[in-house]
């Protein structure tokens, strides 16, 4: 009986549900906007606004009418396709005060006539797209107390964000966010991303950002960067907000952090400050490679050569166990209704790291291998500040006015030492080395730019000017003490050649750059780009080595290692471009030539190198735009490369006496030439997004190595031009992704690949035999993911890797290996505020013959509550490297020499954290 009254029961309930879901239904005519004609058989289709699946489909009768009965209540897409037409779509409720939803004559608008606006409408509309540019309305998607942009922006469709908060936007890495339309502390996205609450947002835009000089000639040169501007409610532009972290754990491991952020209407003031020893400093991964150090000489647009003394800001790589402690401030405005903008930032900090490295290496040699193993222990300390400014001007409707200024000054301190030993490949004993180090480097830096631009009577007919400069005055004084012990073959010692050394260094540059750009339109979608500029450089470099005298001290000038090099270089750069847009199609070709001249006379010695060169920059590229979101381009551009002068005539270092650099002053130039392709598809409504790029290049003549390594291992290069043979490299990178029940589902695939030359010579014999290096790598990856606001969010993904390590010296040593990557987090909201997270990353290399293997597994867990209404307070224990087995590793191979590094790191800590979000905001009215 119980059984045959739940079944009654059952099929009641089940009755009464059909019969309430059949009420609910939608109906309409679908007809053309300009006509006003009716369109048969046009598909409608019905799709949850939630995940965007599809729920029901139909086709309009012959006199364009539609109906869809059967549906539930509930939030919905209405879906209308009709051939030669842009799809038209609109968010509609069915519930039960309005169970059917009537669209009466609803148009549709034929592409040709299509304006670049195409809107998905509702009752909130939650995406409008116009022309390049995808615009999401922050109101249509569910925000919970204390929310940031990131937690926002994770629920559009096409846009993941990974646990470290970088952001991918429709197969694509976004790599500038801004706020209302300005930079917030220069280029660190997660600043913005990570600290602005999402209830201050109203809409946030994705569109490539064109460079100022297309922005401004509105004629397209296909350089653009993936960009998100987080654009905020009016109401939220006035009051303060910000957030305190505090943190201790296990191992005396700590991080703080304060925040606090002032915007008035168009003003914002914005202050913050990081102390931690985990790992955590202001700028993220992108900008660490970016802003990477360094003493080079670099190549200019023109190719000419320049000083270059690294980069400003603190970064930490993962190597060693850092301490730091960095801040700043930002602040930007909009004076007199908009017609100045003013953006400036200061930033300062301290980085100090602690490390221990080791290395095994290989080098192929014609008749013999030697393997070496080396250990390193060093402290390094890093002091930077940086300040600077944007000034924008509107001098009318025609003629802007953009001045930047920066300065900075930078410290670097390190202390390290070394031992080495190598063995033939017999294993008997090779040499023996053992090196410390003492460093203490100064840097001050200018930078300013005057950027004017013009628009003349004639339309598209265009003037800018752009005149940039910088002086960089770079001091350092070292210490270098070694001792190189080599052995015969019966194992002998020879004597040993020690090194006590003091050195100075005072390295000065001023460089003047100017480049007049005039556009002339020819006819509608033609028109001319003209470039001319001259630049002017000036630098010297003075270095200085003392032995130790009589009397113990630093006074005995080296002459061999030092020179008081001075730089003075003129060039005169012109160029013409061809601009076609029109339609669908842009086009571009061209090609730029430089008139260089470069003067470098050693002071210390009398020796002068001039060089009179002519370089050449061709360039052409195609975009088709098939749609507002879907493109293909492919682009070339060669040029002239002009040997470094530290290949004609290097500043000579014998920091390593087993390594000891030649220059060649007969060098000649090698040409570059690079060919780019990428074809880029995105479908707003089923998420659907597809990216493929590739890359092809290759050098004639080009400049390689000559390395001489003798019977007690030591190394001496020097560089030639190969001509007979072409040097090349590619990459290719392959992604889809969709929705499929709700997750998001991608796969993906990279491949990459270059060949290069060096001859190496037999010290002994005298024989040398040309080397073939290969490097190949071939990775794939499939990935699923989904984030449900409040609920959960995870993502997994993994795929096999393959990697060539080829010397064609030596090939039975050679280094291929497999390998397997994974990555996963996972993050869970339970009631009562509580959430708990956890990520994983897996690393797999196989042994080679010449390496080892490599297995890795990083295993992070988190916990945390939330209290008050707002959420404002949260307590979180994290537990970082459950499994304890972080280690720094790096693999790779060039010139016949096979490497593996493996590095000191953070490993396992439990961190308990205490943060506070605090905000005062009111309405502000616009200025």
Request: net charge positive; charged share 20%.
């Amino acid at each position: 009986m119980k059984i045959t009254i739940l079944s009654i029961a059952l099929l009641v309930l089940f009755s009464l549900t059909s019969y309430a879901q059949s009420n609910y239904a939608i109906k309409g005519v679908a007809v053309d906007t300009s006509e006003k004609k009716t369109l048969s058989n046009t598909v409608i289709m019905v799709l949850n606004v939630k995940d965007s699946v599809l729920r029901k489909f139909t086709r309009a009768g012959n006199d364009g009418s539609f109906a869809v009965n059967g549906l539930a209540p509930g939030k919905f897409i209405l879906v209308m396709s009709y051939p030669g037409y842009a799809d038209y779509t609109e968010d509609f409720t069915l519930d039960e005060k309005a169970q059917i939803h009537d669209f009466g004559k609803t148009g549709l608008t034929l592409k040709s006539r299509l304006l670049k606006d195409v809107i998905i409408k509702g009752e909130v509309r939650a995406i409008k797209i116009k022309g390049d540019t995808t615009e999401f309305n922050a109101k249509a998607y569910v925000i919970q107390p204390n929310d940031k942009v990131e937690d926002l922006i994770k629920q559009f469709p096409g846009i993941q964000v990974d646990k470290d908060g970088k952001i991918t936007a429709q197969g694509q890495k976004v790599t500038k966010v801004l706020l209302d339309g300005e930079e917030f502390f220069g280029d660190d996205p997660t600043l913005i991303t990570k600290n602005i609450r999402a209830d201050m947002v109203d809409k946030v835009q994705l569109y490539d950002k064109k460079s100022d000089q297309a922005t401004f000639t509105g004629i397209d040169d296909d350089k653009t960067t993936k960009t998100l501007n987080i654009k905020l409610k009016d109401g939220k532009k006035a009051g303060s907000f910000g957030k305190a972290v505090a943190a201790a754990g296990t191992d005396k491991y700590y991080q703080g952090q304060l925040m606090y952020n002032k915007f008035q209407n168009k003003e914002k003031i914005s202050v913050y400050g990081i102390g931690s020893n985990n790992g955590t400093t202001s700028l993220n991964w992108d900008d660490a490679q970016k802003y990477g150090d360094g003493n080079n000489m670099e190549m200019m647009d023109d190719g000419g050569m320049y000083f270059s003394y690294g980069g400003d800001d603190l970064y930490y790589n993962g190597s060693g166990l850092p301490k730091a402690i960095t801040g700043g401030v930002h602040y930007d405005n909009k004076l007199d209704s908009g017609k100045y903008a003013v953006n400036g930032n200061y930033k300062i900090g301290q980085l100090n790291i602690d490390g221990n490295q080791s290395a095994i290496t290989q080098n192929n040699l014609p008749d013999r291998v030697i393997n070496s193993k080396s250990s390193q222990v060093d402290h390094k300390s890093n002091f930077r500040q940086k300040l600077d400014a944007k000034v924008e001007v509107k001098l009318d409707t025609t003629a802007n006015l953009k001045i930047t200024a920066s300065g900075s000054f930078k410290n670097n301190k390190s202390n390290s030492f070394s031992t080495d030993t190598s063995r033939r490949g017999d294993n008997t004993l090779l040499n023996l080395n053992s090196t410390s180090t003492i460093n203490n480097n100064d840097d001050h830096r200018f930078d300013a730019s005057v950027f004017y631009t013009k628009k003349l009577k004639k339309k598209g007919r265009t003037l800018s000017v752009l005149i940039s400069g910088n002086a960089d005055n770079n001091e350092g004084t070292s210490f270098l003490k070694s001792n190189l012990q080599s052995f015969q073959d019966d194992g002998t010692p020879n004597a040993a050649q020690p090194t006590d050394q003091h050195k100075t260094s005072d390295n000065k540059s001023q460089v003047l750059n100017t480049n007049i750009t005039y556009t002339e339109p020819i006819v509608k979608g033609l028109n001319l780009v003209f470039n001319y500029g001259f630049n002017i450089d000036q630098a010297s470099s003075n270095q200085r080595a003392y032995s130790r005298g009589t009397n113990g001290d630093y006074n005995v000038l080296v002459d061999s290692l030092s020179n008081f090099f001075k730089l003075n270089q003129h060039s005169q750069l012109a160029g013409v471009i061809l601009n076609y847009n029109k339609g669908k199609t842009v086009i571009n070709i061209g090609s730029k030539a430089a008139d260089v001249s470069f003067d470098q006379i050693n002071l210390y010695t009398g020796n002068e190198l001039k060089r009179q060169f002519i370089n050449w920059f061709p360039q052409a590229s195609y975009v088709y735009k098939f749609s507002q979101q879907s493109a293909f381009r492919v682009n070339y551009n060669g040029n002239t490369q002009q040997p470094s002068i530290s290949q004609i005539q290097p500043i000579k270092d014998n920091s390593n006496p087993l390594y000891v650099t030649l220059g060649n002053p007969d060098l000649t130039p090698s040409f570059h030439n690079n060919f780019r392709m990428s074809y880029n598809s995105y479908k707003v409504i089923s998420g659907e997004d597809l990216y493929i790029s590739g890359n092809y290049a290759f050098t004639t003549n080009p400049i390689v190595s000559n390395t001489s390594t003798d019977a007690i291992g030591k190394t001496t290069s020097q560089y030639f031009n190969l001509s007979s043979k072409i040097q090349h490299s590619y990459y290719g990178y392959f992604n889809y992704g969709r929705k499929i029940a709700g997750i998001n589902v991608g796969i993906s695939s990279n491949i990459s690949g270059r060949t290069t030359y060096n001859m190496v010579t037999n010290g002994v014999n005298g024989i040398s035999q040309l080397n073939t290096t290969k490097n190949n790598s071939y990775e794939g990856d499939l990935s699923v993911s989904k984030y449900v606001d409040n609920k959960y969010d995870f993502n997994i993904s993994a795929g096999p890797t393959y990697s060539i390590n080829q010397s064609s010296l030596q090939t039975a040593y050679n280094s291929n290996s497999a390998g397997f990557n994974s990555r996963g987090w996972a993050g869970l909201y339970l009631p009562h505020n509580w959430q708990i997270g956890s990520d994983i990353d897996y690393t797999y290399t196989a042994k080679t013959a010449a390496l080892p293997q490599f297995k890795r597994t990083l295993w992070n867990a988190s916990i945390s509550k939330a209290f008050f209404k707002e959420k404002s307070l949260k307590v979180m224990g994290t537990v970082n490297d459950i499994l304890n087995q972080n280690q720094g590793f790096n693999r790779y191979a060039n010139g016949g020499i096979i490497t593996e590094e493996r590095y000191t790191t953070i490993k396992r800590y439990f961190l308990l954290t205490l943060s506070y979000d605090f905000s005062k905001m009111s309405a502000g009215t616009s200025k």
